[in-house]
């Protein structure tokens, strides 16, 4: 079937909520202050986003008190998220975590339960994985499952300073297995690192025979795992479209207004061809990121002969470049106060930085797709 990249009347509404939501809170302007030494996490724009208005629940069941929408909904939230840079765990707890227990057994009652108190906002979750990792990577073995208890660490885990619960992957007797863990328990450690992205805090996980309820074993956690880092990476080219978005907007909007020798800077030509080359990269990316969503909205996602695997490595690979090259021209081009600290394009570039290596580099998706179309090595 031919897929519908444009934006449905529904998504329009989305859209018009979400950014109405973020303006309100005065982002990103209010992000410039307090970025170097305090975190960033906004907790009533969370509960608004995953209470109120119910978006961390958007691809989840209505049985199991989701929205019963799809991934193309959640994809165009990351999109105005990354717009406004929004320190919230939204990628972590309502992409991640989510991602992975929808493509387990969600009958199975540990993994409904989970569901049902993400969905309803009541309940923050983490994936320990650490965040560069890539989605064919094999299974995480840095945790070792006995017993009902697990032992190891896991370093860089997205959003997990904010986490109630944590999905953990791990390894035991009977093969690979996912977790949930209590964030709060004596016998797990929570270290925050310095993160690149201060709007997006990574930590280090150290579990020391911490109590674990299984959700999913054997060959199907291997396989949730898997489907689940493949459907985030292709979400996350929303967010990094969004990134993207935001720059090139504000830069011709402020290249437009700063005159020098008497004219608009933005009437020099060497301008123009600037910002048209990310105009020409952004609508590519755009084309992409949609046509990701559109497949990983579909219930036959993961059949045979389905184009996820192309879909998620062409837009991960292009959409990540094309966000590090936005936010570079955004900051040249608006000059001095583009370098100031007070000008929020530097946050830009930092999201769009460290979006380039989470859940895969563009070089490592190149090289997956490559394999999956059958090119012959270089």
Same mark, same amino acid.
């Given at each position: 079937?031919?897929?519908?990249?444009?934006?449905?009347?529904?998504? =329009?509404?989305?859209?018009? #909520?979400?950014?109405? +939501?973020?303006?309100?809170?005065?982002?990103?302007?209010?992000?410039?202050?307090? #970025?170097?030494?305090?975190?960033?996490?906004?907790?009533?724009? /969370? *509960?608004?986003?995953?209470?109120d208005l119910g978006l961390v629940g958007l691809?989840?069941?209505? *049985?199991?008190?989701?929205?019963?929408?799809?991934?193309?909904?959640?994809?165009?939230?990351?999109?105005?998220?990354?717009?406004?840079?929004?320190?919230?765990?939204?990628?972590?707890?309502?992409?991640?975590?989510?991602?992975?227990?929808?493509?387990?057994?969600?009958?199975? !009652?540990?993994?409904?339960?989970?569901?049902?108190?993400?969905?309803?906002?009541?309940?923050?979750?983490?994936?320990?994985?650490?965040?560069?990792? #890539?989605?064919?990577?094999?299974?995480? #073995?840095?945790?070792? $499952?006995?017993?009902?208890?697990?032992?190891?660490?896991?370093?860089?885990?997205? =959003?997990?300073?904010?986490?109630?619960?944590?999905?953990?992957?791990?390894?035991?007797?009977?093969?690979?297995?996912?977790?949930?863990?209590?964030?709060?328990?004596?016998?797990? !450690?929570?270290?925050?690192? +310095?993160?690149?992205?201060?709007?997006?805090?990574?930590?280090?996980?150290?579990?020391?025979?911490?109590?674990?309820?299984?959700?999913?074993?054997?060959?199907?956690?291997?396989? $949730?795992?898997?489907?689940?880092?493949?459907?985030?990476?292709?979400?996350?080219?929303?967010?990094?479209?969004?990134?993207?978005?935001?720059?090139?907007?504000?830069?011709?909007?402020?290249?437009?207004?700063?005159?020098?020798?008497?004219?608009? +800077?933005?009437?020099?030509?060497?301008?123009?061809?600037?910002?048209?080359?990310? /105009?020409? !990269?952004?609508?590519?990316?755009?084309?992409?990121?949609?046509?990701?969503?559109?497949?990983?909205?579909?219930?036959?996602?993961? =059949?045979?002969?389905?184009?996820?695997?192309?879909?998620?490595?062409?837009?991960?690979?292009?959409?990540?470049?094309?966000?590090?090259?936005?936010?570079?021209?955004?900051?040249?081009?608006?000059?001095?106060?583009?370098?100031?600290?007070?000008?929020?394009?530097?946050?830009?570039?930092?999201?769009?930085? $460290?979006?380039?290596?989470?859940?895969?580099?563009?070089?490592?998706?190149?090289?997956?797709?490559?394999?999956?179309?059958?090119?012959?090595?270089?």
């Open positions: 079937m031919t897929p519908n990249l444009l934006y449905s009347d529904v998504e =329009d509404d989305l859209r018009a #909520t979400v950014r109405d +939501v973020l303006a309100d809170r005065g982002l990103p302007a209010s992000l410039v202050s307090g #970025t170097d030494s305090e975190p960033t996490y906004d907790p009533a724009l /969370w *509960r608004t986003l995953s209470t691809p989840v069941p209505e *049985r199991l008190g989701g929205q019963g929408a799809s991934f193309r909904e959640t994809a165009l939230v990351l999109e105005e998220l990354g717009r406004a840079v929004a320190p919230v765990p939204f990628l972590g707890s309502a992409v991640l975590a989510t991602s992975v227990l929808l493509n387990a057994d969600v009958d199975a !009652e540990p993994v409904a339960a989970l569901l049902r108190r993400l969905a309803a906002g009541e309940t923050t979750a983490a994936l320990a994985v650490p965040l560069s990792t #890539t989605p064919h990577a094999e299974f995480p #073995t840095t945790v070792r $499952a006995d017993a009902g208890v697990l032992d190891g660490t896991v370093t860089t885990v997205a =959003d997990v300073s904010v986490a109630d619960v944590l999905v953990v992957p791990a390894t035991g007797p009977d093969g690979p297995a996912l977790f949930a863990v209590d964030a709060s328990a004596a016998e797990v !450690e929570i270290a925050d690192v +310095v993160s690149f992205d201060l709007t997006r805090r990574v930590g280090d996980v150290r579990l020391r025979r911490a109590p674990a309820h299984l959700l999913v074993s054997g060959p199907d956690a291997a396989v $949730a795992l898997t489907r689940g880092l493949l459907t985030s990476a292709g979400l996350l080219a929303s967010e990094q479209l969004g990134v993207a978005q935001w720059c090139l907007d504000t830069t011709v909007e402020y290249v437009r207004q700063r005159h020098q020798f008497g004219r608009p +800077v933005g009437s020099f030509q060497a301008l123009k061809h600037r910002l048209a080359d990310v /105009w020409l !990269e952004l609508v590519a990316a755009r084309a992409s990121a949609r046509y990701a969503a559109d497949v990983l909205a579909s219930s036959e996602a993961f =059949d045979p002969g389905s184009d996820v695997e192309v879909a998620v490595a062409v837009a991960q690979s292009y959409c990540a470049s094309a966000a590090v090259h936005a936010a570079e021209e955004a900051i040249q081009l608006h000059g001095g106060i583009g370098m100031t600290w007070e000008h929020p394009a530097h946050v830009y570039l930092k999201r769009a930085k $460290a979006d380039e290596l989470a859940l895969g580099t563009p070089g490592r998706h190149r090289a997956h797709l490559a394999e999956v179309v059958d090119l012959p090595p270089a």
